[in-house]
C-alpha cells in the first residue's frame, strides 16, 4: 500500500475520514475491512527504509508513515463512493492522489458486458450508438467489456451504395473495430463477472442477433445471445438496450420497451408478448420488474447530439441501479 506523500495531503484524507465517520460503523460488519479495526496496543512501530537519493526524490534513511489509518481512509473513500449515486463526480472533484483513484477504480468500478453485432449501421452494430454508450459508461465510472458472436454476419452490406454483397465478414472480427481490439467470444461471457449488459442497436441487432429484420414477430434469437439475457435477468442485474435491440429483450423476457413512436414496431413487440413505450429521443423506458432500460436512439429521426442524451439517460439510470 503506497502512503500519503505529503503533510497536506494527508490533513485532507483526515478531514475526509471527519467528514463521514458515520460510514466506519458500515465497514465494522463487512469482513473485507474487519482486520482495519482490530484493538492495537499503543505506540506505533517504526520501520527505517532506504529511500532512494534526494534528487530521486528521496530524503536518506527515515521512517514510513503509520500506514493504518491511510490503510482506513482509502477503504472508506471506497465505500462511500461505491455507495454514493454522485460516486464518480465525488472522484473527479475531491483532488485526491492518483493512486487512490486508481485503488478505487480497481476495487468498486462498476463491469459493464457490452454485446455488438458487427461494424455498420446497415449490417452489425451502429457505430454512433456503440461508441456513444462506450463514452456514456466510462463517464459514470463503468469499465466495459466487448463482446460478439463469433460468426458469420447473415448479410454485408456496402454502407457507400447500401447494397448487400456477397462477401462474408465474422462478427467478430468486425466488431472488434469498434472495441478497438479488445473484444470476446460472445460464447466467454459470463453474467457473474459482470453488473449489467448492453446491447446497442444497429440492423445487425435485427438480423445477426436475432431474425426480426427478416422474420418480425415470429423472429428467433440467437441461442448465446438468449441465454446471456436470460443469465443476466436471472441474477437480478439491469440490461440496456438501444434503438432496434429492445425487441430482443422484448422477444425473450417480455419486458416493457421502447421503439420510439415507430408503431409499426410497437406492434410487433405486443405481438411478441412484450410492451411498448412511446419514447421520444430524449426519453427512456424502464422497466422495474425486470430492470431493463431501453432508449430509442435512431429508431427516430434524430441527430447524434440528440441520441446521446438518450444513451447518456440510460447509462445515468444504469448506474443508479448498480
Known sequence: ??????????????????????????????????????????????????????????????????????????????????????RHKAIQNCKFPLFLQKIY???????????????GTRDGSEIHESTLSLLALDMNGCKYQCFAPDRNQTETVNHFTQKQEGEKRNMLAEAARIARCDIKPLSAINAADYDALWIPG?????????????????????????????????SG????????????????LGANVTSGKDAGTAAKIEAMGGKNTVCNFDEIAYDAEKRVITAPCYMLDASISQIWLGIKKAADKLVELI
Do not use: W
Request: aromatic share 10%; with cysteine; charged share 25%.
Open 1 to 86: 500500500m503506497q502512503h500519503f506523500d505529503n503533510k497536506a495531503t494527508r490533513n485532507k484524507m483526515k478531514l475526509f475520514s471527519k467528514k463521514n465517520e458515520k460510514y466506519i460503523a458500515e465497514f465494522k460488519k463487512s469482513s473485507t475491512f474487519a482486520s482495519l479495526f482490530t484493538k492495537q496496543s499503543a505506540g506505533v512501530v517504526v520501520q527505517l527504509v532506504r529511500i532512494p537519493a534526494c534528487h530521486a526524490g528521496g530524503r536518506g534513511f527515515e521512517s514510513l508513515p503509520h500506514r493504518r489509518e491511510d490503510r482506513l481512509t482509502v477503504c472508506l473513500f471506497c465505500f462511500y463512493t461505491r455507495n454514493n449515486k454522485c
Open 105 to 119: 477504480n480497481a476495487h468498486t468500478m462498476r463491469k459493464i458486458a457490452v454485446i455488438l453485432s458487427g461494424c
Open 202 to 234: 444497429g440492423l445487425g441487432a435485427a438480423k445477426n442477433l436475432c431474425s426480426y429484420f427478416y422474420e418480425g414477430e415470429n423472429m428467433k434469437v440467437d441461442s448465446e445471445v438468449e441465454a446471456a439475457i436470460k443469465a443476466f435477468n436471472k
Open 237 to 252: 442485474k439491469p440490461i440496456v438496450a438501444l434503438c432496434i435491440a429492445p425487441v430482443i429483450v422484448a422477444k425473450v
